[in-house]
């Protein structure tokens, strides 16, 4: 009988051992569990929006918003159409982009994008190797899509016939910067009248190009950099509207330097689809 009675009293302070620390676990988890349970108790049925700060969550999927659009907003979309003028220039090479014009200087040139700023240095509009080359885009722009800075290449050759960009050469004479300052540079659907403001060489080295400016603050420090390095600048007040037209080429004068012409937008006519 003792042999048994040890034995249950043992088996008894053993199953109070194991209670006692399962009630432990269960005190320590029981605040999270507790915390846990309250919140859910208070959160609502319904739940309203948080309110916005000018940020967008999204949830990885994109929202289709067409079904949102007023009548107004959808009636506000322009379509434009690519100018008859180019029909032509696209059924030699579908990458052709634009017609860059400087009547003083005798540039008149259809401007192609590639998928690179080597081949177009080496080839012309019709895809055959050719010292000249032809007049292209750089590849950081967007073809058809006017970027806050649109940048454009060409070669450098004396003289008239196939002198590409060579004649960018004379903005560097302040008589001729000063009496000729408009470009023409129209895309696939757009005319585009642009004044010339600055004139600069600059090495290899120490080039510098934005396309896209992303602030007004970063736009005014790219002018800087501009009027730094410029041979003539005319000053204007510079807006966030803004759009700018860079025209490169290497310079005759100076090993491994380029030179650069830079005019900003003055006018545009679009191209409006019926």
């Not at 915390?35 to 859910?40: E, G, H, I, L, S």
């Not at 979309?77 to 009547?103: D, K, M, S, Y």
């Not at 081949?119 to 012309?124: F, I, R, T």
């Not at 560097?172 to 009496?179: L, M």
């Amino acid at each position: 009988m003792k042999k048994i009675f040890y034995t249950l009293f043992i088996i008894s302070a053993a199953s109070i051992l194991l209670v006692s620390c399962a009630a432990a676990t269960v005190a320590t988890l029981q605040p999270e569990i507790t915390a846990k349970t309250d919140a859910a108790k208070k959160a609502p049925e319904t739940a309203e929006p948080p309110e916005t700060t000018g940020v967008t969550e999204t949830s990885g999927e994109p929202e289709d918003k067409t079904e949102n659009k007023t009548e107004s907003q959808t009636e506000n979309i322009t379509a434009f159409e690519v100018n008859p003028r180019f029909e032509e220039l696209l059924l030699i090479n579908p990458e052709v982009v634009g017609q860059i014009i400087i009547e003083s200087a005798g540039i008149n040139y259809p401007v192609v994008f590639g998928a690179d700023n080597i081949y177009y240095s080496a080839h012309d509009i019709n895809g055959k190797a050719s010292q000249y080359g032809a007049i292209f885009m750089d590849m950081s722009n967007r073809g058809a899509i006017l970027d806050d800075n649109t940048l454009i290449h060409g070669n450098n050759f004396a003289g008239h016939g196939e002198s590409m960009f060579g004649n960018l050469e004379l903005f560097k004479s302040r008589e001729f910067f000063d009496a000729n300052k408009t470009i023409i540079y129209n895309n696939l659907y757009s005319d585009m009248e642009w004044e010339i403001f600055a004139v600069y060489e600059v090495g290899t080295a120490d080039y510098y190009m934005l396309v896209r400016f992303g602030t007004h603050a970063n736009y005014l420090s790219f002018l800087d950099y501009i009027k730094s390095r410029a041979l003539f600048y005319a000053d204007f007040e510079p807006s966030p509207a803004d759009r700018l037209l860079t025209l490169r080429t290497g310079s005759r004068e100076l090993h491994d330097y380029h030179t650069l012409v830079i005019a900003r937008l003055i006018s545009k006519t679009d191209n409006v689809g019926g």
